[in-house]
């Protein structure tokens, strides 16, 4: 899913949701819940990286993603 997809999909826009994914700012609150809230994804994944909160499949999906 493309960068804009994804903001389309939380109703974000893309210039507020980038420096989240540079690492150039921390993710606010706000969007974490739209996140979580969209893609049933656990605070804990977002803000903490801990994968025991997920589930199998999105985990496997994820991984699969970084080994790219």
Known sequence: M????????????RN??????????RIT???ALKIKHRFNISLDWIYADDPASLSN??????????DR
Request: charged letters at 35%.
């Open 2 to 13: 493309s960068q804009a997809e994804f903001c389309r999909q939380i109703d974000v826009e």
């Open 16 to 25: 507020q949701y980038n420096p989240f994914e540079k690492a150039k700012r």
């Open 29 to 31: 609150i706000e969007v």
């Open 57 to 66: 499949e999105l985990y496997s999906k994820l991984t699969k993603r970084q």
